[in-house]
Structures are given as structure tokens and as C-alpha cells.
T-cell receptor, first 115, second 111 residues
Framework: EAQVTQNPRYLITVTGKKLTVTCSQN?????MSWYRQDPGLGLRQIYY???????DKGDVPEGYKVSRKEKRNFPLILESPSPNQTSLYFC??????????????FGEGSRLTVL | SQQGEEDPQALSIQEGENATMNCSYK?????LQWYRQNSGRGLVHLIL?????REKHSGRLRVTLDTSKKSSSLLITASRAADTASYFC???????????FGKGTRLSVIA
């Protein structure tokens, strides 16, 4: 089954404790992206990757890191989480066509709370 | 970055009625997409319409695009309680630019 898998789905952590949210897709997609969703603000892009070893900042990259060492994986790293990073996080992937991003496939989300 | 703005922010209708949501954007696009999100779940792609298309259908969904007005609409006909969700438009400027989402319309269909 084609899917984007995120882990963990739920996490409560404390300020400053490094954490990684993993994302894996089994569709051989070139493009992968991380979004955060907050009430009243919609989806905001954190980082995206057009292919292996190619990553770019989105609209809200501060406080986050990513890496794309393999095509299928795109982990999101919070080196020193702060309470303002409490949010619902989504990973998405696509196979760009027609000069654009193409249809995005989303994971089920990771709800992160930073105390 | 360009962003689609959906209108209305929230919509409540009776089952069987049609629901129309609108999206406006600021700059030229390669394509525009609509997504659906059930509460707290991942977004699901509904339909993509390219900049050279004016209308597209998929089941009970009808999407129109007016590039001269920089706007799109999503029509759901004969709505069902299961259509209750948030609906987002997303604009794609092409090339290596990322897909940018609006803030969504929250649709409630009352049985």
C-alpha cells in the first residue's frame, strides 16, 4: 500500500530535549516536505527536499533541521525544542510532474507538545 | 510567498445541499489543487486543475479556475454528512517552488 509513515504520532517532551520525527515513503517520490499546522494559521512549510541531498527552507525553518540521505526518508530534527514548536506536524511526498510539485501524499501527522 | 485564501472560513449546510468554497491567490500559477482534511488527520488530495484548464470534474466535485481573476471554486454537489471536513486550496507556481496552502474552509454537513 502506498503510504507516508510518520513516527511518533504523539509526543510530549520538555524544552531543550532533542527529538527527531521520522518520515518514510514507499512510493519512490523525489519530493518530500514538512509542514506544521496551527489553529488559525493553516499549513506552513518548514523544509522541503527536491531529491536526495537537496534540501531548502520553507516559510518557517527556524528551530528545525532536516536531512535527505536516502530517497525514502526525510527526518525532521528539533535540536532544542521550545514551547512555540508545539504543533501538529505533517510530512508529505510527491513525484513532481508537469513542471510543478504534483499531487502530495500526506502522512497521518505527529502531534508534538513541548512543555 | 503566495498563498491561496479560502472563503468562507466556515460553512454549515444541510445534507443534500450543494457546498461552494472559493479560493483566491496573488500571483501566476502552474496549477491549483484542492485537498480535504478530516479533523486531525492527514490531508487527502481531491483534484488538480492546470492553469490552462477552466473546469474539472471528479464524481460529486466540480472545480473551476479563472486565471484572469486569480480565483478558483470547489463545488460539492448533494453533500453528505461524511463530507464534513476542512478543505484547502494549494497553489503551485511550477519549477522548484513549493506548493503553498491556504488556511482552509471548514465545512459542516448536518444530517
Amino acid at each position: 500500500e502506498a503510504q507516508v509513515t510518520q513516527n511518533p504520532r504523539y509526543l510530549i517532551t520538555v524544552t531543550g530535549k532533542k527529538l527527531t520525527v521520522t518520515c518514510s515513503q514507499n512510493m519512490n517520490h523525489e519530493y518530500m516536505s514538512w509542514y506544521r499546522q496551527d489553529p488559525g494559521l493553516g499549513l506552513r512549510q518548514i523544509y522541503y527536499s527536491m531529491n536526495v541531498e537537496v534540501t531548502d527552507k520553507g516559510d518557517v525553518p527556524e528551530g528545525y533541521k532536516v536531512s535527505r540521505k536516502e530517497k525514502r526518508n526525510f527526518p525532521l530534527i528539533l535540536e532544542s525544542p521550545s514551547p512555540n514548536q508545539t504543533s501538529l506536524y505533517f510530512c508529505a511526498s510527491s513525484s513532481p510532474t508537469g513542471g510543478g510539485t504534483g499531487e502530495l501524499f500526506f502522512g497521518e501527522g505527529s502531534r508534538l507538545t513541548v512543555l | 510567498s503566495q498563498q491561496g485564501e479560502e472563503d468562507p472560513q466556515a460553512l454549515s449546510i444541510q445534507e443534500g445541499e450543494n457546498a461552494t468554497m472559493n479560493c483566491s491567490y496573488k500571483t501566476s500559477i502552474n496549477n491549483l489543487q484542492w485537498y480535504r482534511q478530516n479533523s486531525g488527520r492527514g490531508l487527502v488530495h481531491l483534484i488538480l486543475i492546470r492553469s490552462n484548464e477552466r473546469e474539472k470534474h471528479s464524481g460529486r466535485l466540480r472545480v473551476t479556475l479563472d486565471t484572469s481573476k486569480k480565483s478558483s471554486s470547489l463545488l460539492i454537489t448533494a453533500s453528505r454528512a461524511a463530507d464534513t471536513a476542512s478543505y484547502f486550496c494549494a497553489t503551485d507556481a511550477g519549477g522548484n517552488t513549493p506548493l503553498v496552502f491556504g488556511k482552509g474552509t471548514r465545512l459542516s454537513v448536518i444530517a
